[in-house]
């Protein structure tokens, strides 16, 4: 099974702050990589899918870039509706694969 | 707009069987697309538990295979889940949701989700 590593686990910042946020995948996934935003009692809710397309309607301060097998979701300006818990899902041959999230902190 | 809803059983005994419904509003199961099931234990990252095409064809997390069950009723326009034997470790917030792709017969990512159904197991 491919097993996918967020980084950090945590991650305190400001409003206004540029934040990165990592996810490497065990093994190659090609390009099928989504970023998900989740807020507590929520559902998650797509942000980047194919590694670095953005989902309908989500800002554009949400990017997402790859190299190899590290996935990058960048936010270019933290805004206050941002502060939540981001997860990274890979797809490989009918199987789907979450990350364990990285909780974004106000600081 | 696509729409999913989660109903069952909030409160499933130890080694009995839970039992969920996804009905999908707003697009129609037949059209395409996989389906699948997710869950999220208290504090933890999601899992996938399986997916299911609309003709039928199954797809299972290998940890959880000898136990659960998925199927799909095209004429109600919704899809299930049967997870048997279960203990607290199945303790979760179970979501249904849609599995999209933009390349010709892959289904890479969830678009749209389910508000999620907690179910706890316990006696």
């Known amino acids: 099974d491919i097993q996918m590593t967020q980084s950090p686990s945590t991650l305190s910042a400001s409003v206004g702050d540029r934040v990165t946020m990592t996810c490497r995948a065990s093994q190659s996934v090609s390009r099928w990589l989504a970023w998900y935003q989740q807020k507590p009692g929520k559902a998650p809710k797509l942000l980047i899918y194919d590694a670095s397309s953005l989902e309908s309607g989500v800002p554009s301060r949400f990017s997402g870039s790859a190299s190899g097998t590290e996935f990058t979701l960048t936010i270019s300006s933290l805004q206050p509706d941002d502060f939540a818990t981001y997860y990274c899902?890979?797809?490989?041959?009918?199987?789907?694969?979450f990350g364990q999230g990285t909780k974004v902190e106000i600081k | 707009q696509v729409q999913l809803q989660e109903s069952g059983p909030g409160l499933v005994k130890p080694s009995e069987t839970l039992s969920l419904t996804c009905a999908v509003s707003g697009y129609s199961i037949s059209s395409g697309d996989h389906w699948g099931w997710i869950r999220q234990p208290p504090g933890k990252g999601p899992v996938w538990i399986g997916s299911?095409?609309?003709?039928?064809?199954?797809y299972y997390n290998p940890s959880l295979k000898s136990r659960v069950t998925i199927s799909v009723d095209t004429s109600k326009n919704q899809f299930s889940l049967n997870l048997n034997s279960v203990t607290a470790a199945d303790t979760a917030v179970y979501y249904c949701?849609?599995?999209?792709?933009?390349?010709?017969?892959?289904?890479?990512?969830?678009?749209?989700w389910g508000q999620g159904t907690l179910v706890t197991v316990s006696s």
């Open positions: 949701a849609r599995v999209s792709g933009t390349a010709a017969g892959t289904y890479t990512h969830f678009d749209y």
């Open positions: 299911i095409y609309h003709s039928g064809s199954t």
């Open positions: 899902q890979q797809y490989n041959t009918f199987s789907w694969t």
